[in-house]
């Protein structure tokens, strides 16, 4: 096995559409999938938070991310991603750096890619001396207990462990820890269109 995390290019745009094929196949609709215009301007605006995940030659996964100051205002994926643009909201002097995607081919899941890639966005934080990681974090367990309990305390019982969360449980054994609930993040049935921010602040600062 030789899994690498390198920036991408504009060169990796088909292995990168082939990713999201197969992690968002139909009904999921293809415009929703990195276009290259998109691509191009991440790899323009903020390459170094432009990552891919190379498995023997092969692109296996894809991070991407952007420098923001942190303010701990309520925000929306469109919203802190210029709607995946990510050109007019990176802020080349942030405190912080912020995934705003994470895509792993079905076929490579559980082989440690996107703890991978999280590795690298931290290892990232840490070169620029940035003050933290942040992300929303998808809560697809959510709808199952939404008439048992709030947000807030479903979050609360996953981070205690008491609850599993496919997403946000993962986050939680990177080291990453819930900041705020953010409502109408993004369109997700699963998350009630919620999501939890969370953040992993950088140990050497």
């Not at 691509?39 to 903020?46: L, M, N, P, S």
């Amino acid at each position: 096995m030789a899994l690498i995390i390198r920036q991408y290019t504009m060169d990796d745009f088909e292995g990168l559409l082939a990713v999201q094929r197969e992690a968002f196949p139909p009904p999921f609709p293809p415009e929703l999938w990195w276009s290259r215009d998109q691509i191009a301007a991440h790899v323009e605006t903020f390459p170094q938070g432009a990552m891919v995940a190379e498995w023997d030659g092969l692109i296996v996964g894809s991070a991407t991310a952007l420098l923001v100051k942190y303010d701990g205002k309520p925000h929306t994926w469109a919203e802190v991603s210029d709607n995946g643009y990510i050109k007019n909201t990176h802020n080349p002097k942030g405190d912080s750096l912020y995934g705003i995607d994470v895509c792993v081919r079905p076929s490579f899941r559980g082989k440690g890619v996107a703890q991978a890639l999280y590795q690298a966005r931290k290892d990232l934080v840490v070169e620029m001396g940035l003050k933290r990681f942040l992300a929303g974090s998808r809560i697809p367990g959510f709808h199952q207990y939404a008439e048992q309990m709030s947000c807030a305390e479903y979050v609360r019982q996953v981070a205690e462990g008491r609850i599993y969360d496919r997403v946000l449980s993962f986050m939680i054994r990177q080291g990453l820890r819930p900041l705020q609930i953010l409502d109408d993040y993004l369109a997700d049935e699963e998350s009630l269109n919620k999501a939890v921010l969370v953040e992993w602040p950088n140990p050497k600062r």
